[in-house]
Structure formats: structure tokens, C-alpha cells
């Protein structure tokens, strides 16, 4: 079992950056893949970003690739969402996310955090 704590979410103007942290209890963090969700007011929560359990495969939702990357440090049991180049639609409020494996966390994800909010202004 697996808790999930993010932070770093908050108010940045559209073209700039924000990193998000997801810090993970538990002593079995480098066997989970990880990844990272978003929900905007009336909107269905959806995908961003997933890293396998070493970190050498990524992927990325198709609206936020080439502008966000998610990777992780299994020592510190933590996963990063580092977003650059903001529009005001990325504004949602981020979850992290830990499963199993990348094609389960990028489903239905088993393990979610409490989420972060994201504004990004115009």
C-alpha cells in the first residue's frame, strides 16, 4: 500500500513554469509505476503524464507533450511533474497516481493523492 501527498500547485501566469511534487509513504515505491492526473471545473478527470518504475519510460497525454515532464527518484520516493510553457487550460486541479504498472496506472489507478490546485492566468 502506497499514500500519496502532493505539492507545488499554484498561480502562475500563462508561459510559465510550475513543478509539481507527489511524495509517496511506504517502503515498496520504486515497484510502482506513477503518474499524474488532472481535473478542470465541469471537466472529467483525465490523463497527463505516467513513469514506469525505474523512470526510463514516459508518457505523456497529447495536449501536454513537448511542455510537461514527469520523472522520479525512487531514494527519495517522490514523483515530479515539471510544467513549463502554461496556458490557461492546464489550469485543473493535479492528482499523482500509483498502480502496479504503467497501462494500470494509466487506466484506473489504484492509489490517488488528495490533488493540488493549478491556475494558470491569462
Known amino acids: 500500500q502506497v499514500q500519496l501527498v502532493e505539492s507545488g500547485g499554484g498561480l502562475v501566469q500563462a508561459g510559465g513554469s510550475l513543478r509539481l511534487d507527489c511524495a509517496a509513504s511506504g517502503r515498496t515505491f520504486s515497484a510502482y509505476a506513477m503518474g499524474w492526473f488532472r481535473q478542470a471545473p465541469g471537466k472529467e478527470r483525465e490523463f497527463v503524464a505516467a513513469?514506469?518504475?525505474?523512470?526510463?519510460?514516459?508518457y505523456y497525454a497529447d495536449s501536454v507533450k513537448g511542455r510537461f515532464t514527469i520523472s522520479r527518484d525512487n531514494a527519495k520516493k517522490t514523483v515530479y511533474l515539471q510544467m513549463d510553457r502554461l496556458k490557461p487550460e492546464d489550469t485543473a486541479v493535479y492528482y499523482c497516481?500509483?498502480?502496479?504498472?504503467?497501462?494500470?496506472?494509466?487506466?484506473?489507478?489504484?492509489?490517488w493523492g488528495q490533488g493540488t490546485q493549478v491556475t494558470v492566468s491569462s
Open positions: 497516481a500509483a498502480d502496479g504498472s504503467t497501462a494500470q496506472v494509466m487506466g484506473v489507478p489504484t492509489y
Open positions: 513513469i514506469n518504475w525505474s523512470g526510463h519510460s514516459t
